[in-house]
């Protein structure tokens, strides 16, 4: 009998809501995450420590674990110090970096994890990738994805209006990645799913078009689960192609060539979606973009980010090494470093700079 379906994996709650936080101790209840309340938790030095003082009454049997930094070393630290502990699952209770830690350790112990994000700066919170620092600068290490995922938007709200932004700018350089996907499939051969590329392009273009605001409550459900979705689509895809192009590639780029200046993940992939909509042709999608991004107060030109053109232009050169392998607009154009400063200012000139 031929097979009609294939198994997606998700997380088996999504609670995206305000006040989400007050129903924590039946979440963790439930007998698909926890039997008995043994649980770890991990949390960060921040809102992790607040949520600590919160939530410790509630989980008697929990142990919490601070979390400092988010590099490789802190996670096999933190995979260490749980093992052997007999928990029944892993929460990661605060930011990106928090959430990106706390999924390799519980890989590593072979728990499932929940995910209670504090922020939403990008598309990690329900991916099954984590993303650290290493000796080597930065690694993606295939992870499992979340049981569940909690969203409080109470909590939210109360997170610097930046985190917010960054969120924005990595969801919208969804519709950049699609487009290189669907390049190296008309130059490559390279297999696209259709499932995958449908979530992360339909999670893009909800917060592209959405009206609202970073303090608007229907917003930032969109963006939450339009945040979700990608992750999602990642786990359909098995890799991270329907959130990482050219934008993305830029984006390292930034982090490795200049990372004591380099500016926030969103920020940057949001100029990079932009641009390389610009290279690829699409001018009416790139001023889209750029009118989205300003609208909510993100840079569209590398000297908002505090770059200058030669820096920016020496990002967009070096960009294709940071993933060998992985074919975008960058690769296909192949731009010598005067063309990409040529180009760069047919896009400063078409957005009004």
């Not at 924590?24 to 420590?49: E, F, K, M, P, T």
């Not at 096999?76 to 007999?86: H, I, K, S």
Request: charged letters at 25%; hydrophobic letters at 40%; glycine letters at 10%.
């Amino acid at each position: 009998m031929p097979v009609l379906t294939r198994l997606i994996p998700s997380p088996v709650v999504v609670d995206i809501r305000g006040g989400a936080l007050d129903d924590l101790s039946a979440l963790l209840a439930d007998q698909r995450i926890s039997s008995n309340g043994r649980i770890a938790v991990a949390i960060s030095g921040g809102s992790g420590l607040k949520l600590r003082d919160r939530f410790a009454s509630e989980l008697p049997d929990a142990d919490w674990y601070p979390v400092h930094g988010g590099t490789i070393d802190e996670a096999v630290r933190l995979a260490d110090a749980m093992r052997g502990q007999r928990y029944d699952a892993v929460v990661a209770l605060g930011g990106g970096k928090i959430i990106d830690v706390t999924k390799y350790a519980a890989a590593r112990v072979g728990l499932p994890l929940v995910a209670i994000a504090t922020n939403l700066s990008h598309d990690g919170i329900c991916s099954p990738i984590s993303t650290l620092d290493n000796d080597n600068g930065r690694g993606s290490y295939g992870v499992p994805t979340p049981i569940a995922l909690v969203i409080d938007l109470d909590v939210i709200r109360d997170a610097p209006a930046r985190f917010v932004r960054s969120g924005i700018g990595d969801a919208i350089s969804n519709l950049s990645a699609i487009a290189d996907w669907e390049l190296s499939h008309r130059e490559t051969g390279e297999k696209v799913d259709g499932l995958a590329a449908a979530m992360a392009r339909s999670a893009g273009e909800a917060v592209l078009r959405h009206p609202g605001g970073v303090g608007d409550d229907d917003f930032l459900v969109t963006l939450s689960e339009g945040l979700v979705m990608s992750g999602i689509a990642m786990s359909i895809s098995g890799d991270s192609r329907p959130s990482s192009g050219a934008c993305h590639e830029i984006s390292h780029a930034f982090d490795l060539l200049y990372p004591t200046r380099a500016a926030s993940h969103g920020e940057q992939c949001g100029l990079g979606a932009a641009f390389a909509m610009h290279l690829r042709g699409a001018r009416e999608e790139s001023g889209r973009m750029v009118e989205t991004l300003r609208r909510h107060g993100l840079p569209v030109l590398p000297e908002e980010m505090g770059f200058t053109v030669d820096e920016f232009v020496r990002a967009v050169e070096f960009a294709p090494q940071t993933r060998p392998g992985r074919f975008t607009i960058l690769e296909h154009l192949d731009l010598s470093t005067d063309q990409i400063r040529d180009a760069y200012a047919d896009y400063a000139k078409a957005i009004g700079s």
